[in-house]
């Protein structure tokens, strides 16, 4: 309801809406849709649709896969009507947690994307992710950067589930920077800190 208000803050501060959160904590197709719909509204090219569907405790990770496969293309194809790109965000699995999305890994979120086959698919790079996951960020980069359309960047420690502030934790953003230099990364980098959501200025 308030959208062209929102509209004129963005452009009085002279700010672009590069990307809209539409998939955590699990993938729903109505919300991505949703989510969407305001991205065309503020002209917006990206929309994150998170890590599939939820696996209950009983799930087939074969049955969750072929869900999720079928879910993402159909988001992607209601995207691509308003030359919109959507994009993957693996979840890592919480110690302790029951909940458990299909997409945990970089390396399913690559064989999501082959089995896709859509070109406005791409994945959101959250760094923090890849440490928890226990996955080689350099190597992602490598292998995904042409399909890196978001990058979350924040810092952790002892490979925990953390989004504290970059330099405060044990990531070597200057190496990280660098391999997406050289491997001609052209995007934005998000910094995605929600635990001082109540000290932003701050932070």
């Known amino acids: 309801d308030r959208i062209n208000e929102y509209k004129k803050l963005i452009s009085k501060a002279e700010l672009e809406v590069y990307s809209i959160q539409g998939g955590t904590p699990f993938t729903d197709i109505e919300v991505c849709k949703k989510r969407i719909e305001l991205a065309r509204m503020l002209d917006c090219k990206n929309v994150n649709i998170g890590p599939g569907i939820e696996m209950g405790t009983e799930n087939d990770f074969n049955e969750a896969w072929k869900e ?3 879910t993402f293309a159909e988001i992607a194809e209601y995207a691509k009507n308003y030359g919109i790109n959507v994009n993957i ?78 330099g405060r934790g ?25 635990p001082y959501f109540d000290v932003p200025d701050e932070a």
């Open 68 to 70: 999720t496969l079928k």
């Open 89 to 166: 965000e693996p979840e890592p699995k919480i110690p302790l947690s029951t909940q458990k999305p299909t997409i945990t890994t970089y390396e399913h979120a690559r064989k999501m994307l082959l089995e896709l086959g859509k070109n406005n698919v791409g994945i959101v790079l959250d760094i923090v992710h890849t440490f928890v996951s226990k996955e080689n960020v350099f190597s992602i980069i490598r292998k995904l950067v042409d399909k890196i359309s978001v990058i979350h960047v924040a810092d952790t420690l002892d490979g925990r589930h953390l989004h504290i502030l970059p």
């Open 170 to 194: 044990e990531i070597n953003f200057e190496a990280i920077f660098r391999a997406l230099i050289k491997n001609t990364y052209q995007g934005y980098l998000s910094v995605e800190i929600y």
